[in-house]
Structure formats: C-alpha cells, structure tokens
C-alpha cells in the first residue's frame, strides 16, 4: 500500500511536468484561434464548426480539434458536439474590447516563439536569442516591420490597460502640475493619470509614429486638451518641463548600460523638486513563486534586458544622480519606485 501511495504520487508529478513541458501546445493553439478571428465570430453566440470553418477558410475537423482542446481548459465551450460558444476567456481575445488580449496571443506566439525556441543561445551568451534569430535587434525589427510593430504597440497598450488604473490610484499625483510619460507608448497610463486628476497636464513622449497613434486613446479617455504629444528618442532627449517623469515597463527592456544612459537623461530634466517614478515589477526573494521571473526571461531572450531587484534599482538610480526613495505597490504585481534627485 505504501508502495501504491509512493507511485501515485510518482505519477501525479509526471503528470504535472509534462503539462508544463507541453505549455507551448497551448500558446499556439491559442494563437490559432486568436489568428483566425474565432472569438469575434462567436461574439454573438455559438455556431457550429462547420459555419466557422468556412469563415476562417481552415479544415473543419482540425478546426474542431483546436477548439476541442482549448475548451478542455476554459477557452471556448462546447455546447454540443458540433457547436462552440465562448468564455469569459476567449471573450479577451475578442477585437472590440479595449482590453483585448488578441495582440499579445499574436506577439507571443510569432515572433516571440522563434525567439524562446532559441533561449539555449541566450543561455550559453548572455545575448538576445531574437537577434541570433533574426539579424537584428527587436526594435530594429519592428521598425522595418510595420505590421509586427503595429500588433505589438496594441498588445502593449493591452497590457497597460490592465495596470494604468491600478497605477494611477496607487500613487498621489496630485502634487504635480505636469507629468511626462517617458517611452509611454499610446499613452494608455497616462490618459489613466490625467483622467484621475483634472488639474493635471501630461506630455506624452516616444518614437514619433508611436505617439502619432495616441490621438484615440487621449480622446476616448477625454484628456487630449491636456496631454503634448512629442516625438523622440529618449537615448538621445527627454523634454523638460515636467515635476514627474514616468518609466513604466521601460528599463527591463534593456541591460545596466542603456538603463543609466536613460536614467541620466531623466536626470538632465528633473527638477530638484521633481519626482522619477518607475513602474515595473520588481523581483523578490528565494523560492516565492513570481511572474516577473518568467518576464525576466522573456527580456533575455528578447532584447538582452531583465528584471530587477529593489536593490538592482537602488544602485542603478545611485549611478544616474538618483535615490530611491520607497517602493509602493499597485497590486497587479507591479511596483512604483519612487526616485527624487540625490
């Protein structure tokens, strides 16, 4: 009986790594029907996978063999043997919500599933897998891929959809007159910002055919009369004229190097009253089960950057003319460092 008990138990773990040595089955069955539009054409209810097939121009029963599988985990449901419906999961992978993950299934499963397949490089070399993969670096990639950036800007803005009002009533904007989003993308966090606190005014600043695609989220968010949009590149300026300056989910994109030059740019322009707040997640200690050290991996593979411990940050800022002041979290398993001119 003892023995029984040991090979039960044996069995159950088996079980348990292989589902996690088979996680990239369902990343791309994921993708599949994230691709193919099938949570949009269910958005009105279930249909069958005959009707889907013909839509999406696919074989019908290896269509249903995809769909089949992802309801299994909560993806999709089938109602009959022929029929699907979505779930609060697939209806995140739909194009008319705000929140849509569609973008990021899309990311993760192309050109970011080349790059993982590769990690063994980045292992051995401490080097981006997705240069080795690709002869170039993931920015460059992007901007000569204006398809691939364009899914990526939107998966970005999906992403800082789920933090920008956790990060915006975390933290007392109400001190500042004029807050600059660094590297802010669409300008989703910053909208959040200024649509918490109407005396304020922001500047949005990235690559100019970045913020060039801000005008909808400042306009459905209702603060495109207080929000300058800038084009630029923060390695070579920031604009002035802010009391708070924001990095949010910028620094893990690069290694110690790029992070001070950036880091002494915000220094240039911060004044001695002014306030750098970054938002990443930040890495705890041991064992303690985290996602960051899985993004932490995916920033080496992807573009030699990584995430940090609250230690890391404290030295990198020191280096820059920075202190950290305190950490404050935001509960989304990301954190504001406050930083002050040292």
């Not at 063994?120 to 460059?140: I, K, N, P």
């Not at 005396?199 to 495109?224: C, K, N, Q, Y």
């Not at 593979?301 to 990198?316: F, S």
Request: aromatic share 8%.
């Amino acid at each position: 009986m003892i023995k029984g008990v040991a090979t039960s138990r044996s069995n159950s773990r088996r079980l348990t790594l292989r589902r996690m040595m088979t996680g990239h089955w369902v990343t791309q069955a994921i993708y599949v029907a994230a691709k193919l539009g099938i949570p949009d054409l269910l958005a009105t209810g279930p249909l069958s996978c005959e009707h889907l097939a013909a839509r999406t121009r696919t074989h019908e029963r290896s269509l249903h063999r995809v769909l089949r599988a992802l309801a299994s985990i909560g993806i999709f449901s089938e109602v009959t043997p022929t029929h699907f419906a979505n779930t609060p999961l697939s209806n995140l992978l739909r194009t008319d919500r705000l929140d849509s993950m569609r973008a990021l299934a899309m990311l993760y499963a192309e050109e970011s599933y080349r790059a993982w397949g590769d990690m063994l490089y980045s292992v051995r070399t401490g080097q981006s897998a997705f240069g080795h993969q690709f002869g170039m670096d993931v920015f460059e990639f992007f901007a000569k891929n204006p398809e691939a950036a364009a899914n990526f800007n939107t998966a970005m803005t999906g992403l800082m959809i789920q933090i920008a009002d956790a990060v915006a009533g975390s933290y007392d904007f109400s001190v500042f007159q004029t807050v600059v989003d660094v590297g802010g993308n669409q300008g989703m966090l910053l909208a959040a910002i200024l649509k918490s606190y109407p005396s304020l005014r922001g500047m949005l600043f990235d690559l100019p055919h970045v913020v060039d695609g801000a005008g909808p989220v400042l306009t459905i968010a209702g603060v495109e009369d207080r929000c300058t949009r800038i084009g630029g590149d923060f390695f070579d300026r920031i604009p002035p004229g802010g009391d708070a300056y924001v990095l949010a989910s910028i620094l893990h994109d690069w290694d110690d190097e790029r992070c001070a030059a950036i880091l002494r740019r915000c220094r240039q322009v911060t004044p001695g009253h002014g306030k750098l707040l970054i938002v990443e997640m930040v890495l705890p200690p041991g064992n303690e089960p985290f996602f960051g050290k899985w993004v932490d991996l995916h920033m080496l593979v992807m573009a030699n950057g990584c995430e940090r411990t609250a230690k890391d940050y404290a030295t990198l800022l020191r280096s820059a003319g920075f202190a950290l002041a305190r950490l404050v979290p935001t509960g989304t398993g990301r954190s504001i460092l406050e930083a002050v001119p040292a």
